[in-house]
């Protein structure tokens, strides 16, 4: 039964677990209805309708796709009532609640219907009202834009600126007249709207009422500026005509009102003549002034409104120009120019000829003579022209205007009758003016003569001056009549009031005492010039006596004091004719000192020149003479210089001959040579002793000179020690030689000696023999030197003959075997011995002959070239050089003197031949000497006559030269006159012509004045030839050639003042017709430019002032006339130019009729360039609308929007509309151009350019506008297909994301919602395509029917919609048959995420701790250790094997997990990777395990044989060192024998630190093995360092401690046995025997020694005293040592030392005398142990770290 019972429940259990399952899934797909449900309502509640027309129209289609979508899912509300249903009938246990659900769902569904019929109606009715906003706004747009044009209060500027607005108002009130019907419509469409009851009524009655409105203020502006354009047009006219008129007024205003009344007689003539033509001008002006009043008249009825300010008359800008060269004015109508200047340019038609304005004056100039400068820019132009607009006063009306313009006029009239007043007046006052100024600048000119301080630089300028003052006073005389003259004309106008009257006035007195000044200057020049001329000939003599003193002093001033002896005599020959010379200046000097007193007393006002002159002569003299005497003394000097420098050049020429002569180094070879070269050695002897003579005269005058202090001291000392220093070096060089040929001296000596006296005797003899007496003084000079020479070297040989004799003599007594040819030898040498000496005498009487010969001969020489100089100087002509005579001639006087002063040089030198012939001394010369006395005589008589001749040609050429002066003055005169009469006198202008009349006037009476001098020029060439003057032919000439010049110029001048008068007539003619000429050009220029106006006002003003113009020309061809009668009558009566007059005549006739045809040529053009501006304005206005429009017809814009198309299409009706009444107005302008170019204007072909060009415009309009119409269309339609497939693409794409999510369910349960879900995604999909997709295509095709121009691009965007629907329903599909597979995977793969999240967690666990006892650090500090962890290792490496068969069990869960693509374990977080990770590093670790543990083994086995290496040696060092210290510490004996052994164990410490460094290099490889303790020995690397210093310190103190007490004791006094007793003292204290002493043991150590009375006292109080003995034994309070102790003690006994210990870890101490301040310290040792500790101290601190 139970079982039974189980059985039913576990059935009625399976049973409802399925219903409930059933009921989930129901639930789940009632839940997305419900979603959407809730989406669908969110959608449908909205209160958005569009914000404008194209968001109603997106609106409207996607509330069509919601409907589809409503309609789409009836299906899916069907399907869950049918299993609603199902439930109810299977008696579900829940089927009430699952009935009441689908009831609730599906009232919702229902529901649905009511809000979307409501929501589609209210969004027509929206998009019904955003039309029509749209629409109003399009109207009111186009009234906006029209609004500003019928508002405008742009009244124009100027004429043409008014008529173009009319124009352009006239096009817009028709443009406005044709939008009407467009306003009308869309007013009607709104009241419809409202009447319907829209929900919009009120938006569109506001719109409505607004848009009517703006309208009929649009028409109310239209209608008023109409009117004000009319108004502002007849006003506009009034303005141009008023500005042409005061443009006019203004520029004859600057005429009238000009300040130039001219700058001479002649140019205010011509301003006269010009502006008698402007007075013309303004009276018929007249006419213009009625008009414009009518005009005002009627226009000011219209000026109700006040008019912006009138601009300013239409200037063009005048140019500026800059002139490039300087330019000359010809005629009155030009202007001059200078280079630099900035002119005004007025007018530049003519190409050559430019019309400009400078500082009011105005005339034309060339145009290659200037340069248009930069205009500023036309924005420049803008703003100043809009500056000036703002800044001008307001023009209350045009009455007003008028009343300014008659007020200018009557001014103008006014002023220009002033004009002709003044005009009239300036030229009586310039011709006045004129006069004056010539007169003034003629007594200018004198006075600027006569008043200079200057009356001559020089005597010829004097004579000169004194000449031409006497001229002058004739010259007065002539002017003084045209002095009356002025003054009556001045007195003249004066009487007729001129109105400079007072200017006239002034100028006549400054006039008058011009001339009385000149009057006075006159007379008190010609007062200076006198005396002048007696100062000026008083400078010319000084003048001539200097520069003959300077001749001299150039000759004194020579630095050539000879070269050698002889030319040393010369010059001091030439010296004393010199001197001779200065004695006949002396008397010369003496003269001029008398004459400067004389002229001292005369003339006071060249005192100063005289004085200074006779300063210059006396100073000058005085300097000549001390300079004489100066080069006297100087040549005396050199004479004795040279005469030294010639004996020195002697003397040192024979030392070095004979230095080398003596110092031979020939060694004789055999008796014969020996006795030879000992002859030639003595020889040399004996000529050195002969010439000591000649060395001690030589040094006695070389003192004497030192002594005088000569000039050249320097240099004679230099000489007298090279003299000596070479004789000393002669004279032990033959000493030297002398000792070694006397041991040869075995030779015969004798046969030598004869030979050398023979030899000897013969060369002297061969010297007499000679006829030569010299030819020369310097040559018998030379030849008596070396007769000297030979009488002294004579008396020396003849000691050596006697020696011959005694020898021989010897020799024979001694009965020699050759005794009888010695007797022989010795007798011939003796008899040619006398005779040698006989002619020696007769040859010293002939050279003195010939030296009294040679000294004659050179004495005439000299005296003979002394006079040929002179007599070149006396026999040139310099006479015939009219330059400075009178200085030539007393430069000759003085000349003269100086040869005359040489008369006894002369006598002297002829009787000193005459006495050497009477002594019969000539040498057989007699009858040279008598040449040479003969040639003196002769010589010197010629040179006094031509002395004699030239002084009286000198005199001839002074009265000739003032004669040619005279002559040249005259010819100067006549050249001057011949250069004025030469002239034809038709000079450029009148005012030449009158000035060479009063100049004429001038000349003659100039000639009458010469006729005087004339005469006296014949009388002097008569008075000449009577005296037979050297030059009397060339006198006479020039006599004879000035009388005919003379008499041929006053026959030119009667001829030229006839020819003066003739050209005055013609120039006068000639002046009237160039200035008409020039009036005629002026015009001509006017006229003949091209510039018929550039717009209509431009050319309407051109036209009236072509007629103002007209009238000119009718006023002035009666003065025209006149001219050409004046020269018909001149032809007439003057037959001078009778040609040229003509030809002027008919040169002016053709220029007259010339200007008449091109005024009339002028008007013609003018009228039709006026109705040519006025057809151009009427095609500028269509162009500037054609290029408009073009602008917008071209525009590529057609809108980026659907709504953007439609209005532009809207906005192109209306151009189309415009662009039919501009046809129309464009046929009218064409008409107009073609009647203009049949009526022949000159502008024909510019009409017919702008005619095609107008009307190609329209064409290309037309086309453009026809081509923008296209393209708007097309684009609509465009856009439309666009919009459609973009909601497709849209909902596509909304549906894309869908399909093409990767989302399949996380689990069994996720994938079922999933299935629901796209069971409905597919229903849609059919619903869509059969709205959308079928008339998106339907579209396409009729657009591509159509051939649209985007046709391509719609069949593209159509075809990849298409591709894309078609993607979108293939991944559906898959979408759906991967849902189903995602199911079947679930299931499988939940079973296999158990098995493998259980055992990777176990496998997991134990990789971690196995890791964990591998990562353990395996540095050990024993061998036991290791072999423990290497124990460890092998039992880990046997568990591994079943841990390997565990993971592979892993593996082959993961493997058949991941077939699955799933991304996570759900039930655990490990993963194989990773558990592959651990298992992989599990296994690397275990090898690097091992490999770390055996290099351990070896590490710990080394270190272990280390640490008993450096055991060993440490305890045997430390060892070593502990005796050490205690023999040291126990040292006994007398203090030598403890220093010697202290010093024992020093060297033994030495020796030690090679082990010590052993052992620190055993401890440094300890630390680097990381070794830091050892169970051997208990002695570190540190502890042994700081040992072995303290033991090495210990030696030095001990050392240093025995030498101190062996100094105490030697030098203090203390004993050995006390210094024991310290030693002993401090031992005993010393408990611990470590060297030092703790302080209260210090303090007990010294109590004991007795040396220190110390107080006993307890422990923790302080004793000052001994503070005090501590703070100077240990300061830093290190603890006292045993030395201390002992200096302590020491200076206890001597009182002499202080020593002060420092001990620092190693007992390092310093002691310092206090008195010598003796370092005794060894602190270089300090320094390096310190060094040493710090180091170990660093590794210490490692270690312990």
């Known amino acids: 039964d139970l079982w039974a019972e189980l059985g039913v429940l576990s059935g009625d259990k399976g049973r409802k677990l399925k219903q409930a399952s059933e009921q989930q899934q129901y639930y789940r797909t009632v839940k997305d209805v419900d979603l959407w449900l809730d989406e669908v309502e969110k959608q449908l509640s909205t209160e958005d309708f569009g914000k404008d027309m194209s968001g109603v129209q997106l609106l409207q289609k996607k509330l069509n796709l919601l409907e589809t979508d409503i309609t789409v899912h009836q299906d899916q509300i069907d399907t869950l009532d049918r299993q609603a249903n199902q439930f109810v009938e299977e008696k579900h246990f829940d089927s009430e609640a699952i009935q009441m659900r689908q009831k609730e769902l599906g009232a919702r569904y229902e529901a649905l219907q009511i809000p979307l019929k409501s929501l589609k109606a209210k969004l027509e009715a929206s998009y019904q009202l955003q039309k029509f906003f749209r629409d109003v706004e399009d109207e009111e747009t186009w009234v906006k834009e029209k609004e500003p044009l019928a508002a405008s209060k742009n009244r124009g500027k100027d004429l043409i600126g008014v008529q173009n607005l009319i124009k352009k108002h006239q096009a817009l009130m028709s443009e406005i007249s044709s939008h009407e019907s467009f306003i009308t419509t869309v007013c009607a469409d709104g009241d419809l709207m409202i009447s319907q009851g829209h929900f919009g009524a009120a938006d569109i009655k506001k719109k409505t009422s607004m848009l009517s409105d703006k309208w009929e203020q649009l028409n109310e502006r239209v209608q008023e500026r109409k009117k004000d354009l009319d108004n502002a047009l007849q006003v506009h006219q009034y303005y141009a005509d008023a500005n042409e008129a005061e443009s006019w007024m203004k520029e004859k205003e600057a005429v009238v009102s000009s300040g130039d009344y001219g700058k001479d007689e002649d140019s205010a003539e011509a301003l006269l003549k010009k502006h008698e033509t402007v007075l013309t001008d303004i009276e018929t002006f007249s006419t213009t002034i009625t008009s414009l009043a009518e005009s005002c008249k009627s226009s000011e009825s219209n000026d109700s409104q006040p008019l912006p300010p009138p601009p300013p008359p239409s200037q063009p800008q005048q140019a500026l120009v800059k002139v490039l060269y300087t330019y000359t004015a010809r005629t009155p109508r030009e202007i001059s120019v200078q280079k630099g200047d900035v002119l005004t340019l007025l007018n530049s038609a003519n190409n050559e000829w430019w019309k400009v304005e400078l500082d009011g004056q105005q005339g034309y100039v060339p145009a290659s003579y200037m340069k248009k400068m930069e205009l500023p820019t036309r924005k420049d132009s803008i703003v100043n022209t809009s500056a000036l607009l703002m800044s001008a006063p307001l023009q209350d009306t045009v009455q007003s205007r008028q009343l300014s313009i008659n007020s200018k006029y009557d001014h103008i009239q006014r002023m220009a009758k002033e004009r002709k007043q003044r005009l009239e007046e300036s030229k009586k006052k310039y011709k006045l003016m004129r006069e004056i100024n010539e007169l003034e600048h003629w007594i200018t000119d004198k006075e600027a003569l006569t008043a200079t301080e200057e009356v001559g630089k020089d005597l010829e300028h004097v004579q000169m001056q004194k000449k031409k003052s006497d001229d002058f006073e004739k010259d007065m005389a002539i002017n003084e009549a045209q002095l009356d003259k002025i003054c009556v004309m001045a007195n003249k106008l004066i009487e007729e009031e001129h109105s400079d009257a007072e200017q006239i006035h002034d100028m006549e007195e400054s006039l008058r005492q011009h001339w009385d000044n000149l009057v006075q200057l006159v007379e008190k020049k010609k007062k200076m010039l006198e005396g002048a001329f007696q100062v000026q000939k008083f400078v010319r003599a000084v003048d001539e006596t200097k520069s003959w003193m300077n001749e001299k002093d150039t000759a004194l001033m020579s630095d050539d004091y000879g070269r050698d002896l002889a030319s040393v005599q010369a010059l001091q020959r030439k010296h004393e004719g010199l001197e001779r010379d200065l004695a006949a200046l002396e008397n010369k000097v003496q003269a001029l000192h008398g004459d400067a007193k004389a002229l001292g007393v005369v003339n006071l006002t060249a005192t100063s020149l005289i004085q200074s002159k006779d300063r210059e002569i006396s100073d000058g003299w005085s300097n000549l003479k001390a300079k004489c005497e100066e080069r006297k003394v100087k040549l005396v000097g050199s004479y004795d210089f040279q005469k030294f420098l010639s004996d020195f050049g002697d003397l040192s020429g024979w030392t070095s001959s004979m230095l080398a002569l003596v110092s031979s180094g020939e060694v004789p070879n055999d008796v014969g040579g020996a006795e030879r070269l000992l002859q030639r050695h003595q020889t040399h002897r004996t000529e050195i002793d002969t010439r000591a003579s000649a060395f001690n005269a030589f040094e006695a005058f070389g003192g004497q000179l030192l002594a005088q202090g000569h000039f050249a001291t320097s240099e004679i000392q230099e000489k007298l020690e090279s003299i000596r220093q070479d004789r000393k070096a002669m004279e032990k060089a033959w000493t030297t030689r002398k000792l070694f040929l006397d041991e040869c001296f075995d030779l015969q000596m004798f046969i030598r000696d004869v030979e050398q006296a023979e030899s000897w005797m013969q060369q002297r003899e061969a010297f007499l023999a000679s006829e030569d007496v010299g030819s020369s003084l310097d040559a018998v000079e030379a030849m008596v030197k070396k007769q000297e020479e030979v009488e002294k070297s004579l008396q020396s040989e003849e000691e050596k003959i006697m020696a011959v004799q005694r020898t021989a003599d010897k020799l024979i007594q001694n009965r020699h075997h050759a005794a009888a040819q010695v007797a022989e030898r010795r007798a011939g040498v003796l008899s040619r011995w006398s005779k040698l000496k006989s002619s020696l005498a007769a040859w010293r009487s002939t050279l003195g002959q010939s030296l009294c010969l040679q000294q004659f001969m050179r004495e005439a020489g000299e005296v003979e070239a002394w006079m040929a100089e002179k007599m070149q100087t006396a026999s040139d002509e310099s006479y015939k050089d009219p330059t400075n005579l009178s200085g030539k001639l007393q430069k000759h006087q003085a000349f003269e003197a100086e040869v005359v002063a040489n008369k006894d040089r002369v006598s002297s030198a002829a009787n000193m031949g005459q006495a050497l012939i009477d002594g019969g001394q000539c040498l057989g010369m007699d009858g040279e000497v008598s040449s040479h006395i003969k040639d003196l005589t002769q010589q010197w008589d010629q040179l006094l006559a031509k002395l004699g001749e030239k002084t009286q040609k000198l005199k001839e050429a002074n009265q000739q030269q003032q004669f040619n002066q005279s002559v040249k003055d005259m010819d100067f005169w006549l050249g001057e006159v011949e250069a004025q009469l030469s002239s034809d006198g038709n000079s450029e202008d009148m005012a030449a012509v009158q000035a060479l009349i009063k100049k004429h006037q001038l000349v003659d009476a100039d000639i009458a004045a010469h006729e005087e001098r004339i005469n006296d020029l014949n009388t002097q060439a008569l008075r000449f030839a009577k005296d037979h003057h050297f030059d009397t032919d060339n006198i006479q000439e020039k006599q004879r050639n000035t009388t005919e010049r003379y008499q041929r110029i006053k026959k030119l001048a009667a001829a030229h003042k006839v020819k003066l008068g003739d050209s005055l007539a013609l120039h006068q003619f000639y002046r009237d017709l160039d200035n008409e000429e020039a009036w005629i050009r002026e015009k001509k220029l006017l006229i003949s430019g091209d510039n018929y106006g550039r717009d209509l006002m431009s050319a309407q003003a051109l036209q009236t002032r072509h007629l103002r113009f007209e009238n000119e020309l009718n006023t002035q061809e009666a003065r025209i006339k006149g001219v050409v009668q004046r020269g018909e009558e001149l032809i007439l009566s003057n037959s001078l130019s009778d040609q040229g007059i003509k030809d002027r005549s008919s040169q002016l006739q053709s220029l007259w009729l010339d200007l008449r045809e091109t005024s009339a040529i002028r008007g013609q053009r003018l009228k039709a360039s006026v109705a040519y501006q006025e057809y151009c304005v009427g095609v500028d206005e269509e162009e500037v609308w054609l290029n408009e429009k073009m602008a917008l017809a071209q525009s590529e814009e057609t809108g980026d929007t659907l709504a953007a198309v439609q209005g532009l299409l809207k906005k192109h009706q209306v151009f189309e509309t415009d662009l039919d009444v501009h046809s129309d107005q464009v046929k009218q302008i064409t008409d107009t151009g073609m009647g203009l170019v049949k009526q022949g204007n000159f502008q024909a072909e510019a009409i017919e350019q702008r005619i095609s060009g107008l009307q190609r415009k329209v064409k290309d309009l037309d086309e453009a506008t026809v081509r923008r119409k296209t393209k708007l269309r097309d684009s609509c339609e465009y856009l439309q297909f666009n919009w459609k497939t973009d909601l497709v693409e849209s909902w596509i794409k909304n549906k894309e994301g869908q399909v093409r999510s990767e989302d399949f369910g996380k689990d069994i349960a996720s994938v079922q919602t999933l299935q629901s879900k796209h069971e409905v995604f597919e229903a849609g999909l059919g619903t869509f395509e059969q709205d959308s997709i079928t008339s998106m295509s339907a579209m396409k095709d009729k657009l591509v029917a159509t051939n649209h121009n985007q046709c391509k691009a719609i069949v593209q965007r159509h075809a ?138 070896k590490r710990q086995e080394k270190n272990e044989e ?240």
């Open 1360 to 1497: 990849d919609v298409m591709k894309r629907w078609d993607k979108l329903l293939k991944d559906s599909e898959a979408h759906k048959n991967r849902l189903m597979r995602a199911l079947e995977q679930f299931k499988k793969l939940e079973e296999l995420f158990l098995q493998f999240s259980k055992k990777a967690s176990v496998f997991s666990s134990l990789i971690d701790d196995t890791v964990e006892d591998m990562t353990d650090s395996v540095r050990c500090n024993s061998p036991e250790e290791i072999k423990s962890l290497r124990d460890t290792l092998s039992q880990f490496q046997t568990e591994l094997v079943q841990m390997r068969s565990d993971f592979k069990q892993l593996g082959a869960l993961d493997k058949q997990i991941k077939s699955y693509n799933v991304s996570k374990n759900p039930y655990t977080w490990f993963t194989l990777e990773a558990l592959d990770d651990s298992w992989q590093d599990l296994q690397k670790l275990i090898k690097d395990r091992e490999v770390e543990l055996a290099k351990e083994v």
């Open 1506 to 1745: 280390l640490r008993k290496v450096f055991a060993q040696q440490a305890n045997s060092l430390h060892s070593w060192m502990a005796d050490t210290r205690t023999a040291l510490i126990d040292t006994y004996g007398t203090l030598e024998s403890q220093l010697q052994e202290v010093k024992t164990k020093s060297e033994e410490i030495a020796q030690k630190k090679d082990a010590l460094r052993r052992i620190e290099e055993l401890g440094a490889q300890a630390e680097e093995a990381l070794i830091f303790d050892n169970k051997y020995t208990e002695h570190t690397m540190v502890s042994l360092a700081q040992q072995w210093d303290q033991l090495r310190q210990m030696v030095l103190r001990v050392q240093h401690n025995l030498e101190q007490q062996i100094q105490a004791r030697n030098t203090v006094g203390v004993s050995e046995e006390r210094l024991k007793d310290f030693t002993a003292s401090f031992r005993h204290f010393d408990k611990d025997r470590n060297g030092k002493l703790e302080y209260q043991d210090f303090k007990s150590c010294l109590r004991s020694l007795g040396g220190y009375d110390l107080a006993l006292a307890e422990t923790g109080f302080s004793d000052p005293e001994f503070e005090t003995i501590l703070s100077e034994v240990d300061p830093n309070r290190y603890d006292v040592c045993v030395h201390m102790c002992v200096h302590m003690c020491v200076c206890v006994c001597a009182c002499v030392y202080v020593h002060v210990c420092m001990c620092m870890c190693v007992c390092m101490y310093v002691c310092m005398c206090v008195w010598c301040a003796h370092l005794c310290s060894t602190l270089k040792d300090w320094l390096r142990i310190s060094g040493r500790l710090h180091v170990i101290c660093h590794r210490t601190r490692d270690r312990e770290r």
